[in-house]
């Protein structure tokens, strides 16, 4: 069954032909809510007219009528003398034969949902299936009237607000840069390997989940055992167990580490810190965990996405439009749940080659979308990875080697997150301390 209304759309740009101010109620209907053609095109030439001041009648759009193949064939500038007579009379009637129009097109979107998923269904994952026909249905329903806000609104909205705090990370220093994670807002946290953004954004999601708040964290490069066994390892540095501290290597290589010591470590993890270390993720994936996060939880407070690059997108024509799929697709995952999104993001090998190896923004990998679509783009550095990797030659005198192994263990425990790009606040570095091979990350006043 096709779902159209061409009646309706006839009245519509018949009303129109006989008077532009109708368009003004019909802010809400787009060309591609029409179901014919030759409609779409005279409607989206109609509004075009009038965005540039142009008079938008039967005799104007003559010419256009009649060089259009689709419009020239039913009569050109004929059909546009028809559809006067066919034209709402009233104001209120356009607007109503408009709501029509709009959940016509509704109808058809939904039916193509449901004709993809039966078709990929026989031999398509489950998963895939569902996450895909969730998206189409939640686009789908996006079809009501309207979403635009009076500034007034929206000022008194805002107001009504101003006391809800933002999400505090639980690292002081960040939160006074930051003023915390904001709901609908994507954070971009980036870095060379072993820079510590994993860890900045395992101590981050902890925090938070410590606090009460619920994290939905997505892993897409480390399994859930092994962000299991890292929050074990960082539990264990906290100073009540003393020195029963167990560094993360340890766990992972099988080292013999008392076991009553770990399910002590287990029991006080967070269990409202939940973790999806599925693979190759897509955008409608990670928003359908996400959501059942949140009713299984009856809360949601961040996602966390580890990281982005490792994210599969819809279109597959090239690196750079793929990454700009991702980056965009989070943040409006950010606005639709109304919850903050703080994504890991490699940066490119370009900063191996220079001399000072401190991010900027043009190193964010891959595409410039993501210092787009962030909010907030934070960069991890640790001088003391390269600098152990730069010591003095053999034969340097004595003196450059006291000063190199000085200077090393200045900077030994020295994470610099440098807040390169933020909408609303700041941008400068923040020097915290960190225990990679606890992953922990701390203020240095905490520490």
């Known amino acids: 069954m096709t779902y159209h209304r061409l009646d309706a759309e006839q009245a519509i740009l018949g009303a129109l032909l006989l008077d532009g101010a109708v368009l003004e109620h019909l802010s809400a209907l787009d060309a591609e809510h029409f179901y014919d053609p030759v409609h779409q095109r005279l409607y989206t030439e109609i509004r075009r007219l009038a965005g540039i001041g142009r008079s938008a009648d039967a005799m104007s759009l003559k010419a256009w009528a009649n060089a259009d193949p689709g419009c020239a064939e039913i009569g050109g500038h004929a059909y546009l003398l028809k559809l006067m007579p066919a034209a709402a009379t009233l104001t209120y009637q356009a607007v109503s034969y408009a709501e029509i129009v ?80 904001h709901p609908g807002e994507l954070t971009i946290l980036a870095g060379r390997p072993s820079m510590g953004k994993t860890a900045l954004a395992d101590q981050i999601a902890r925090n938070i989940a410590e606090a009460g708040g619920v994290v939905h964290f997505a892993s897409l490069e480390m399994p859930k055992e092994a962000l299991a066994a890292r929050s074990m390892s960082a539990f264990s540095w906290r100073r009540e167990y003393g020195t029963q501290r167990v560094q993360y290597y340890h766990l992972r290589n099988g080292s013999n580490v008392d076991r009553g010591l770990l399910h002590s470590l287990a029991a006080e993890l967070p269990r409202s810190l939940v973790i999806d270390d599925r693979a190759g993720q897509t955008l409608a994936q990670l928003e359908q965990s996400a959501r059942a996060t949140r009713r299984r939880k009856k809360r949601l407070d961040v996602i966390v996405v580890d990281y982005l690059q490792l994210m599969c997108a819809a279109r597959g024509d090239g690196r750079v439009n793929e990454i700009t799929e991702i980056s965009q697709g989070l943040k409006v995952i950010a606005k639709r749940l109304g919850v903050p999104v703080v994504a890991l993001s490699q940066l490119s090998r370009g900063v191996e080659s220079r001399e000072n190896k401190r991010p900027g923004l043009s190193d964010l990998r891959d595409s410039g979308s993501i210092e787009q679509d962030a909010d907030v783009v934070l960069a991890c550095y640790r001088e003391e990875y390269y600098l152990s990797r730069n010591p003095p030659a053999p034969e340097a005198p004595v003196g450059d080697h006291v000063a190199w192994k000085a200077k090393l263990e200045r900077v030994r425990c020295d994470l610099e997150v440098i807040t390169l790009k933020q909408r609303a606040g700041p941008t400068g570095t923040d020097v915290l301390t960190c225990h990679l091979e606890y992953d922990v990350i701390r203020d240095r006043v905490a520490a």
């Open 102 to 181: 709009r959940d016509m097109a509704a109808r058809r979107a939904l039916a193509a949902a449901l004709q993809d998923a039966s078709t990929a269904l026989p031999t398509g994952d489950v998963l895939d299936v569902t996450a895909a026909l969730e998206a189409s249905l939640r686009t789908v329903g996006d079809h009501g009237d309207g979403f635009g806000a009076d500034l007034d609104d929206a000022s008194a909205a805002f107001i009504a607000h101003m006391d809800k705090t933002a999400l505090s990370t639980g690292i002081l220093a960040l939160d006074e840069r930051l003023g915390g994670l």
